[in-house]
Every structure is written in C-alpha cells, then in structure tokens.
C-alpha cells in the first residue's frame, strides 16, 4: 500500500529565503505525483502535477521535482514571501490508476516578514 | 473558471440526524472524491465514484454513503450522524489520471 510521508511538519523561515519541501512514497510505480497547498480553513489549491514520464514541473517561483527510483519529490519556492505561508501537501496515487489519491501529513509553512 | 463547488461551508447538525453534503463540477471529470480532514490525521478518502451510479470505498466509508446520478454531482450521506463524524469534508473531482480540483471544504459539526 502506497505511504506518503512529508518532512518537516513545520517550517519557519524569514521572507526572501529559497526553501524546499521533502515528500517522499514508498511505491515508486506511480502515475504521477502532485503538490497542493492548503490555506487555514480552506480547500485544497493544485499547485503542480508531475506525471511519471517527468523530472520537473515549473510554476512561477514554484518548481517541484520527481524522483521515482528513490521514492522523492521536493517543492522548491523561490524568494518566499509571506503569502506563501500556508499548509503543503503532495499526493500520490492511490492504487492502480483509479486517479485515488493518497496525502502526506504536510508542511506547514510559515514565512516572516 | 473551472471549479468544484460544496453546497455547504458550515454546518451544524444534531446527533442522529441524516445529513446530506452535495458536491457538483463543471469540468466534465470522470472522478468524484470524498475526503475527510482531521487535525494529527490529515485527509482520508471516504468514497470514490469513477462513473456515473459507480462507487467504490475508500479507508474510512463506515457511516457514510454516497449518490452519483448525474456526471457532475457527487453526494456524501451521513445516514445518522454521530460525533465523532464532526470534521472538515473536502469533495474533488479529477479526469482519470488527472490533476485533481478540490472544492472549498464543508465545516460539519455534530452535536
């Protein structure tokens, strides 16, 4: 069964710092892997899916990594600022290609002025 | 712009009742999901539909069932509400394989 676990829990760093989050799956036959973040309160925001066939997605100041053989993906931000303070998660899918998806703890991300 | 929408942001119901959480999408997804959101947990898939009038169970279906009628509603059912149920309830919707959208989120508090 398919285990996603994210490393930090938190992270504290001050506005301008470049930073990346870890992800890491246990079952490196995925499909794809995907970076969302979460606002207090809120939904989920897609940020960026990597299908299997790639290496890296970028997004503005965004640029997320995938890594099957080990088992990695990271979410590297660009001069944080504190809109970026928020809740991180990736996703893996699930089993098979049903499109289910299975979530890290996340990363709580918090940017200072 | 493309979106997931939940009928409800907040809501408050009483132990015992039925409760219904509604879910539509516009962007034509096969895909429908129901999570569950809890501090320490985090998000726990509750049903899936993959079609039309077709579910299957997630991790955590104990207490809940779902409708699919329609391609772009996707229904949660909590058939008696207990406490334990109180939560944040997050619908998504994704082509098969795709990305997936999620909607805002339904605060549900049962007392």
């Known amino acids: 069964k398919q285990e996603v676990t994210q490393i930090p829990a938190a992270l504290s760093v001050p506005e301008g710092e470049n930073l990346v989050l870890n992800c890491s799956f246990t079952?490196?036959?995925?499909?794809?892997l995907q970076w969302f973040r979460q606002d207090p309160g809120k939904g989920l925001t897609s940020l960026l899916l990597?299908?299997?066939?790639?290496r890296e997605q970028t997004s503005g100041r965004l640029n997320a990594s995938l890594d099957k053989s080990s088992g990695r993906s990271t979410l590297y931000i660009a001069a944080s600022q504190p809109g970026d303070s928020a809740t991180y998660l990736c996703a893996a899918p699930f089993e098979g290609n049903t499109g289910k998806l299975i979530f890290g703890q996340g990363t709580t991300l918090q940017v200072k002025p | 712009d493309v979106k997931v929408t939940q009928s409800s942001r907040y809501l408050v119901k009483r132990t015992g009742e039925k409760v219904f959480l509604e879910c539509v999408q516009d962007m034509d997804h096969e895909n429908m999901f129901w999570y569950r959101q809890d501090p320490g947990l985090g998000l726990r898939l509750i049903y899936f539909s993959y079609d039309v009038k077709m579910k299957e169970k997630g991790d955590i279906p104990e207490g809940y069932s779902v409708s699919r009628e329609k391609k772009e509603r996707f229904s949660l059912i909590l058939e008696s509400a207990s406490t334990n149920q109180t939560s944040m309830y997050l619908c998504?919707?994704?082509?098969?394989?795709?990305?997936?959208?999620f909607g805002p989120g339904t605060r549900l508090t049962v007392l």
């Open positions: 079952d490196s036959a995925i499909y794809n």
């Open positions: 998504a919707s994704s082509l098969l394989l795709g990305q997936g959208v």
């Open positions: 990597i299908q299997s066939s790639q």
